[in-house]
């Protein structure tokens, strides 16, 4: 299944391609990530059992989310639209020793291929890269079994992320590449949650994700200006 859907952008993908090589160095331009990671595993923990469940990581990247889910007995499928990530993400299979089968494919491709198979989704940090949010819950909320939860994360549209997100991580701190975000692109929860219910899913939760650089770590809970994570649910 290699076949690229109109939702992606070019630019989006060729910037994340650029960035593969140093994708699992834990100082590189991906930092921030590794940082993050514990935090987006215990909140996917906190609404998904992932001893044995079937779960697919979209918009997979490197492969960060994906491993940590396997390590905690999920069957993890990866999915990315950047055949240079996906590729690094099977390289670092080698040296991990973990089972993940990542793939070149869209959210809409696995969704006609494979409907109702998939005991959770993680989608961390993808919807504000893509053309329309929408389409990719609408595969999500097709992908998923009756059951099934929908765990996100994203950025809030705000003066706060604006200050925070590109001023201050991109541009003062310089914590992420310049051009990682675009402000237009980011989400409120309102309009997730319309999207949401629109594709027939249920939106259960919405909590912070606050990111502390100076201590290089990550907490859930509190006011969502910034960073959010979500979870929704697909009725039985």
């Known amino acids: 299944m ?13 910037k994340f391609g650029a960035l593969a090589a140093r994708w699992w160095d834990p100082q590189g331009p991906q930092r921030p990530l590794h940082e993050l990671n514990p935090a987006r595993l215990a909140y996917v923990r906190r609404h998904v059992d992932l001893a044995g469940a079937r779960v697919l990581d979209l918009g997979c990247g490197g492969g960060l989310l994906s491993e940590a889910m396997a390590r905690e007995g999920a069957r993890v499928v990866g999915a990315d639209l950047s055949p240079d990530l996906v590729d ?3 390289l670092h299979l080698l040296e991990s020793g973990l089972e993940v089968d990542y793939r070149l494919a869209s959210a809409e491709d696995l969704a006609a291929a494979e409907p109702a198979s998939f005991d959770a989704i993680a989608c961390m940090e993808m919807l504000e890269h ?3 949010p929408g389409s990719v819950l609408r595969a999500c909320a097709a992908l998923l079994k009756p059951g099934g939860r929908l ?11 604006f200050a925070l997100a590109i001023v201050g991580a ?5 914590l992420l590449p310049r051009g990682t975000h675009h402000y237009k692109q980011f989400i ?5 949650a319309a999207w949401l219910r629109a594709a027939g899913l249920q939106l259960e939760d919405v ?3 606050h990111y502390d650089p100076l ?3 990550a907490s859930v809970g509190g006011h969502t200006a910034v960073n959010y994570l979500a979870c929704a649910v697909r009725p039985a």
């Open 188 to 192: 409120r929860p309102s309009e997730l």
């Open 151 to 161: 765990v996100l994360s994203t950025l809030n549209r705000t003066p706060a992320a």
């Open 88 to 90: 690094v993400a099977k």
């Open 2 to 14: 290699r076949r690229v859907q109109a939702n992606a952008s070019p630019a989006e993908l060729q």
């Open 215 to 217: 201590r290089r770590r």
């Open 130 to 132: 893509v053309p329309d």
């Open 170 to 174: 991109e541009y003062l701190a310089r």
């Open 207 to 209: 909590s912070g994700l």
